[in-house]
Each structure stands twice: as structure tokens, then as C-alpha cells.
């Protein structure tokens, strides 16, 4: 059971959300950036703020009414403390500097190597499998990292695929014949792109995404997966500037445990065609 201490503490938890800002494409609402202050107006319950790309099914648009199955199990979780949520969109990227600075209270759909200064909980909020594509027409298979010698890998600015291939990122991001970072607005529509047209070679995504995506887009035959990478766990990451991210951690840790206990969890899954068991 959580400490009545910081129960109590929580109760001087303010409404926050991101500041005006041109960069996120959608958002629920705009309230004021992160701070603590004495209370919520009365009849008002305290708020976290979550930040993220789409990354359906696992986090959508923030304007649909499927937002995704990690922010549906946040914001129960949370509810059965008291605590509401608003989710906006913007670059990964972008959620990244903005939760960092402490102007959201966290990002969510993060794998432990996309922000390892920030405070995750101990439940995951999702899970997800890093595979690998080509066009469609390839005979390639990937082997391990030392497999894409000769083949340009398309990765988008921000995400975190698995530590060797973070690792061979990191080292040819330079180099624009074996690596090419994309940024801006739907940046796996146009890496899916670059595919099609032959102008890169592989691209890493979770497999997941890469089929709701390929439905999305009517392009289910456009691209073969040439390999994958293993199963990783799935967080909402909260901001290392927030005093309270310790709180709100354990908070939705233990919220995800009483979801999972009363079946609730598994219900949110299905609405998605998922299950943790898979």
C-alpha cells in the first residue's frame, strides 16, 4: 500500500500541462505548465499532463476517441487516485525536451533508452517488439547489427529501437549512407515512403504500429519485415524537473496493478486486439 505521506503529499499537486506551442499537431486541452500550487479550484481534480507522437494502438491521436490502450490504462489508473489526465500530441522528440524541462509530467509509449534520467514506474504500460523492414521485393534478412553493412537504415530523431541498435544509431548518425534520421510531422508515413521509393533500405519499427500504420495507410503489401528485435516493456516516463514524479510512479504502478487484478486491463487491451500475453 502507498504511505499515507504521500497521499497526503498529493494533494498539493496542481493542474499542469504543456504552454502555448506551435509544435504539438493536436491536443485535448491547455491548461498551465507544471508547478505546485495550494489546490485546485473547488470541485476540480488535479491533473497529468502526457506527451507523445501517435504511436497507435499503443498511444493515438489525441483528438480520436481511441487515444490508444496506454493512455486508456493511464488514465483509469490515475483516476483511481483521484488524478485526471490530459494527453497532447507533438515529435517525440519535442515530448522529450518539454517533459525534461518539466513543462508536461511525462511522455508516454517510452522504452528505458529514450530518457534514462527520468523517473519510470515499476508496472509497464504497454510492451513492444522492434521489427525490421524492407520494400517489399527484398531478399535481404537482417542478422545482427553487423548485417546492415551496405544498407541505409531510416530511424526517427528521438526513438529508442534496442541497446545494439541505439548504439549503431548513435555511431553512423553522421553518416547519411548508413544512417537517415527523420523528424517532423508523420515521420513513419514518409520513413514508409523512402522504402517504397527505394531511397532507403531498412527501417525499425515496433510490429504493432508498423500493421495498424500499413492499415492505415491501405499498404499492407508494401513492405516485408526482414527480421526483429526482442520484446521490450513500454512506460510512461515522467519528468526529472517534477518534485512529484516519485509520487505519480508509484501512483500509476499501483493504479495498473489494481487494473490488472480486476480484469479491467485486459478489457482495455481487447478493445485494441492486444494482450500482454502475446
Known amino acids: 500500500m502507498l504511505r499515507t505521506l504521500l497521499l497526503a503529499g498529493l494533494v498539493a499537486l496542481a493542474a499542469c500541462s504543456p504552454p502555448d506551442d506551435t509544435t504539438p499537431t493536436t491536443s485535448t486541452t491547455v491548461a498551465e505548465p507544471a508547478v505546485l500550487a495550494a489546490g485546485p479550484a473547488p470541485g476540480q481534480r488535479r491533473v497529468v499532463t502526457l506527451a507523445a507522437d501517435p504511436w497507435c494502438p499503443h498511444n493515438c491521436d489525441?483528438?480520436?476517441?481511441?487515444?490508444?490502450?496506454?493512455?486508456?490504462?493511464?488514465?483509469?489508473?490515475?483516476?483511481?487516485?483521484?488524478?485526471?489526465?490530459?494527453?497532447?500530441?507533438?515529435?517525440?522528440?519535442?515530448?522529450?525536451?518539454?517533459?525534461?524541462?518539466?513543462?508536461?509530467?511525462?511522455?508516454?509509449?517510452?522504452?528505458?533508452g529514450d530518457a534514462p534520467d527520468f523517473v519510470f514506474p515499476d508496472e509497464a504500460i504497454g510492451y513492444a517488439r522492434i521489427g525490421l523492414f524492407s520494400h517489399a521485393d527484398s531478399d535481404w534478412r537482417y542478422r545482427g547489427i553487423?548485417?546492415?553493412?551496405?544498407h541505409k537504415l531510416v530511424a526517427i530523431n528521438g526513438y529508442s529501437y534496442s541497446p545494439?541498435?541505439?548504439?549503431?544509431?548513435?555511431?553512423?548518425?553522421?553518416?547519411?549512407?548508413?544512417?537517415?534520421?527523420?523528424?517532423?510531422?508523420?515521420?513513419?508515413d514518409r520513413a514508409i515512403e523512402l522504402l517504397e521509393q527505394?531511397?532507403?533500405?531498412?527501417?525499425?519499427?515496433?510490429?504493432?504500429?508498423?500493421?495498424?500504420?500499413?492499415?492505415?495507410?491501405?499498404?499492407?503489401?508494401?513492405?516485408?519485415?526482414?527480421?526483429?528485435?526482442?520484446?521490450?516493456p513500454v512506460y510512461v516516463a515522467f519528468s526529472p524537473a517534477n518534485p512529484h514524479s516519485d509520487d505519480l510512479a508509484a501512483l500509476l504502478s499501483e493504479g495498473i496493478r489494481k487494473l490488472r487484478r480486476s480484469g479491467r486491463l485486459a478489457a482495455i487491451l481487447d478493445r485494441y486486439g492486444m494482450s500482454w500475453s502475446d
Open 146 to 150: 553487423a548485417s546492415l553493412d551496405e
Open 198 to 232: 527505394r531511397r532507403s533500405d531498412v527501417l525499425a519499427e515496433d510490429l504493432e504500429v508498423m500493421r495498424w500504420t500499413l492499415h492505415q495507410l491501405d499498404k499492407q503489401e508494401a513492405l516485408r519485415q526482414v527480421g526483429q528485435l526482442e520484446r521490450l
Open 62 to 112: 489525441a483528438n480520436s476517441d481511441r487515444q490508444g490502450y496506454m493512455v486508456e490504462i493511464a488514465r483509469e489508473a490515475f483516476a483511481l487516485a483521484q488524478l485526471d489526465v490530459e494527453y497532447t500530441n507533438m515529435s517525440w522528440a519535442r515530448a522529450l525536451q518539454q517533459a525534461d524541462a518539466g513543462q508536461v509530467d511525462a511522455v508516454v509509449g517510452a522504452f528505458t
Open 164 to 188: 545494439e541498435l541505439d548504439a549503431y544509431i548513435d555511431d553512423h548518425q553522421d553518416d547519411p549512407g548508413r544512417v537517415w534520421i527523420l523528424s517532423g510531422p508523420s515521420p513513419l
